[in-house]
């Protein structure tokens, strides 16, 4: 089955900065990358998805990138704030047979 | 329009018995799935619904079952708690594969 890696587990920065996530999967047939954001004992929320057949993508101070080539995807947040701090989580899936596999997330903090 | 509800926020189970945990969804979605939530494994998959009368297994589906007998209600029944299953336990709905999953509050459960 679907396996996705991510990576740093924690990533701490400074209010302004920008903060990068990244992600490998290992189906070659998955064609589906969401991410979601979680914030402390709430519910796990999409923040931006992108398909196969896009190389990128953005909304405002966030963007995700996509190789399929090497198969990881990168999630860019610009401009950090303090409200950004949650744990992200990248996940994966063929669509087709509907199984979205998540990664072990990371912790953002945002220091102000 | 309430999204996705699940009933109990909380539960504190003894080894050996048996409970459900309740969701539903008021958007009309034919997906819906069951997630665990431990720490630094991210999401995990128990078993998911592509439609009512249809179940499938996920990543981790041993000591649960689900039925779908309508399009609304996807209740995860745990049939003999073990400690093991302490967890939060999320649901989810989606309108197809390739979209935003939208999750419950959560149901943190704790098998002593």
């Known amino acids: 089955g679907e396996n996705v890696e991510q990576h740093p587990s924690t990533l701490s920065v400074q209010e302004g900065d920008s903060a990068v996530i990244k992600c490998t999967y290992s189906?070659?047939?998955?064609?589906?990358f969401p991410w979601y954001k979680q914030e402390l004992g709430k519910r796990p929320q999409l923040i931006i998805d992108?398909?196969?057949?896009?190389g990128e993508k953005k909304d405002q101070r966030i963007a995700v990138t996509l190789n399929k080539t090497a198969k990881h995807f990168s999630l860019h947040i610009t401009e950090t704030q303090p409200e950004d701090s949650a744990v992200y989580f990248c996940?994966?899936?063929?669509?087709?047979?509907?199984?979205?596999?998540f990664g072990k997330g990371t912790l953002l903090t945002v220091n102000p | 329009n309430a999204g996705v509800t699940q009933t109990p926020k909380f539960q504190v189970l003894k080894t050996g018995q048996s409970m459900t945990l309740q969701c539903a969804q008021d958007?009309?979605?034919?997906?819906m799935s069951w997630y665990r939530q431990d720490p630094g494994m991210g999401l995990r998959l128990i078993h998911y619904?592509?439609?009512?009368?249809?179940?499938d297994q996920g990543e981790v589906p041993n000591g649960y079952n689900v039925s779908r007998s309508t399009t609304e209600d996807f209740p995860l029944r745990l049939l003999s708690a073990a400690p093991s299953q302490t967890s939060v336990y999320f649901c989810?709905?989606?309108?197809?594969?390739?979209?935003?999953?939208?999750f419950g509050q959560g149901t943190r459960l704790t098998v002593v």
């Open positions: 996940a994966a899936s063929r669509g087709s047979n509907y199984k979205l596999t």
């Open positions: 189906d070659s047939a998955s064609n589906y």
């Open positions: 992108i398909r196969s057949n896009v």
């Open positions: 958007m009309n979605h034919e997906y």
């Open positions: 619904s592509v439609g009512a009368g249809i179940t």
């Open positions: 989810a709905s989606n309108r197809d594969p390739n979209t935003e999953a939208f």
